[in-house]
C-alpha cells in the first residue's frame, strides 16, 4: 500500500466523533426535495423551476449531460461506496469537532433544500448528500468523500442570491463525485487501485490499518484545512459545478458572481480557509470559468437570481 506519508495520531472511528457525527445525522438527514412540510416559503419546495413559475435556463441540456458525463464515469460497488462514505463520515465528525453547526434551522434547512435540488442531477446517486451550515464568520465551504458538505454562515452572508448559493454547492457536489480528496490521499494497494486501497485501511482491524486509518484522516483535513486541493481539481469543480447549477435550472452566473465577490472581499489573495498556493488564485479560476462559460454559451445572461427568496431564508 502506498500514500502519502505524514505522523498520523493512533485513532480510528473515535467515540467522540462518532457521537458528534450521529447527532448531525439525525438533524440533517438526506432531504428529498419537495418532500419537505413548511421548508422554503412554507412549500417545501426549492431549485430555479420550483420558484413562482421561474423557467429552467435556456441552454443545451443534453450538451450539458454529456459534458457532466464525460468528465470522469466510475464503475463502483457496494462495498467501495461503503468505504468511502464510512471515511468521509469520520473526516466530517473530526471537522465537526471543530466547527459548531449553525442553530438556524430555516436557514439550515434551505441549504439541504438547494443542495438537494441539485443532487438530482449529479452522477453519484448512490451517495445520500447530507448538507449543513458551520456557524462561523470565517468563509468557508467543504466537501468530504460520501456526500458531506458544509457551508459556513460567513459564505452565506457573502452571497446575495440563491443561485449563488447554487453555484458554491454545486462546486462542492463535484469535488464528491469525482472524488478529488480520495484520490488527492494517493492511498493505493498492489491489485486494486485507489479505492482497494481505502478499504484495506477502513476495514482493516489491527494496529497498522488503524494507524494508516488515522494518518488518512489527518491528511484529509489537512487537505481541506490548509493545503487546499490540486488547481486542475479546483478548475474541474469550477467547470463541473456552473454546468450542474445550470443544469438544475439556476443562473449559471451564480459560481461566477460568488468568486468575484470572494476576490474582493480578500482583496484577491488566499481566502480565509488557509488554502496554500496549490489553490489557484481566484483571478485565474475568473478567467477559468468566464472562458468555459463563452464555450458553453452559458455568459452574459438574464437569468432569475432568486435573491428574496434566498433572503428570507437567511434570517
Not at 77 to 106: K, N, P, S, T, Y
Not at 249 to 277: A, C, I, N, Q
Request: glycine share 12%.
Amino acid at each position: 500500500m502506498r500514500m502519502r506519508t505524514k505522523p498520523g495520531r493512533p485513532l480510528g472511528f473515535s467515540a467522540a466523533a462518532l457521537l458528534i457525527c450521529a447527532l448531525w445525522f439525525s438533524v440533517f438527514s438526506p432531504v428529498p426535495v419537495g418532500g419537505a412540510q413548511g421548508g422554503v416559503n412554507g412549500t417545501g419546495h426549492t431549485g430555479a423551476g420550483d420558484a413562482g413559475g421561474v423557467q429552467a435556463v435556456d441552454f443545451n441540456p443534453r450538451q450539458a449531460r454529456q459534458r457532466l458525463g464525460q468528465v470522469r464515469q466510475f464503475d463502483f460497488d457496494a462495498e467501495d461506496v461503503a468505504v468511502e462514505i464510512d471515511f468521509g463520515r469520520e473526516v466530517a465528525a473530526h471537522l465537526l469537532g471543530r466547527h459548531q453547526l449553525d442553530q438556524a434551522d430555516r436557514r439550515d434547512r434551505y441549504v439541504a433544500l438547494v443542495g438537494h435540488s441539485l443532487v438530482r442531477n449529479a452522477n453519484r446517486p448512490e451517495i445520500d448528500f447530507r448538507f449543513a451550515v458551520l456557524d462561523t464568520d470565517a468563509v468557508k465551504a467543504f466537501a468530504t468523500p460520501g456526500g458531506y458538505i458544509f457551508v459556513s454562515r460567513g459564505a452565506l452572508e457573502l452571497m446575495e442570491d440563491e443561485s449563488e448559493l447554487a453555484g458554491v454547492l454545486a462546486h462542492e457536489i463535484i469535488h464528491v463525485t469525482e472524488r478529488h480528496i480520495v484520490k488527492e490521499l494517493d492511498i493505493t494497494s498492489g491489485e486494486g487501485g485507489i479505492a482497494s486501497g481505502l478499504a484495506r485501511i477502513v476495514g482493516g482491524s489491527g494496529d497498522p490499518a488503524r494507524a494508516a486509518f488515522a494518518q488518512a484522516v489527518d491528511q484529509a483535513l489537512e487537505i481541506l484545512l490548509e493545503e487546499g486541493l490540486s488547481k486542475e481539481d479546483e478548475l474541474e469543480a469550477d467547470r463541473m459545478g456552473t454546468l450542474l447549477a445550470a443544469q438544475s435550472g439556476y443562473d449559471p452566473e451564480g459560481l461566477r458572481r460568488y468568486l468575484e465577490r470572494l476576490r474582493d472581499h480578500s482583496g484577491g489573495e488566499t481566502v480565509e480557509d488557509g488554502v496554500s498556493d496549490t489553490h489557484p488564485p481566484l483571478d485565474e479560476r475568473l478567467q477559468a470559468l468566464e472562458g468555459f462559460m463563452v464555450e458553453m454559451g452559458l455568459a452574459d445572461a438574464e437569468r432569475p437570481r432568486m435573491g428574496d427568496r434566498f433572503q428570507e431564508n437567511m434570517q
